[in-house]
T-cell receptor, first 114, second 112 residues
């Protein structure tokens, strides 16, 4: 099974709301990633978790807060977002946190901030 | 130096034709070059990848050609099919980093 699942598929939130995105994989991967993708643009790396520890934060604003409760789950907590944060949020996982390992992407959560 | 330049931005090919997408880079430290395919409403999926110690890698109808001296690599899709219509991203990375440097993407449309 090479599936990464993400919920919800779509999310509409106001600038004062708090919401969470969830990602799950059961491939035994020890690296998990959050990416942001704007329309017609490549994915942009936000966070990397390696063995449940945050390894990389690509200077992401604090209104995005990642969490890795265990090796299979990855959350992205959202608070006080801006309309420019509207995008497709992709989760990915790989065996370990090196780019040479294939990253398996989920289908994404399409977020609209009003 | 961290950029990967991808062309063309969009490509229309007849069914059965050859689709060619090109990428160029500057950073000679890059040592891994994957191509990702993304269908609308889906996440990217690894299509094929190459390291700079080989000049060509083929998997089915998909071939990567790599020119180390020119710092260029390209994706060739032989016998293109309507089901190949998607956005293709080239990428580059080097050992010791966690991230890919993605190209800007090519939207391929294969006409039936």
């Amino acid at each position: 099974d090479t599936e990464v699942t993400q919920t919800p598929k779509h999310l509409v939130m106001g600038m004062t709301n708090k919401k969470s995105l969830k990602c799950e994989q059961h491939m035994g991967h020890r690296a998990m990633y959050w990416y942001k993708q704007k329309a017609k643009k490549p994915p942009e790396l936000m966070f990397v978790y390696s063995y449940e520890k945050l390894s990389i934060n690509e200077s992401v604003p604090s209104r995005f807060s990642p969490e890795c409760p265990n090796s299979s789950l990855l959350n992205l907590h959202l608070h006080a977002l801006q309309p420019e944060d509207s995008a497709l949020y992709l989760c990915a996982s790989s065996q370990v946190a090196t780019p040479q390992e294939t990253q398996y992407f989920g289908p994404g959560t399409r977020l609209l901030v009003l | 130096q961290q950029q990967v330049k991808q062309s063309p931005q969009s490509l229309i090919v007849q069914k059965g034709g050859i689709s060619i997408i090109n990428c160029a880079y500057e950073n000679t430290a890059f040592d891994y070059f994957p191509w990702y395919q993304q269908f609308p409403g889906k996440g990217p999926a690894l299509l094929i990848a190459i390291r700079p110690d080989v000049s060509e890698k083929k998997e089915g109808r998909f071939t990567i050609s790599f020119n180390k001296s020119a710092k260029q690599f390209s994706l060739h899709i032989m016998d293109s099919q309507p089901g190949d219509s998607a956005t293709y991203f080239c990428a580059a990375s080097y050992s010791g980093t966690y991230k890919y440097i993605f190209g800007t993407g090519t939207r391929l449309k294969v006409l039936a």
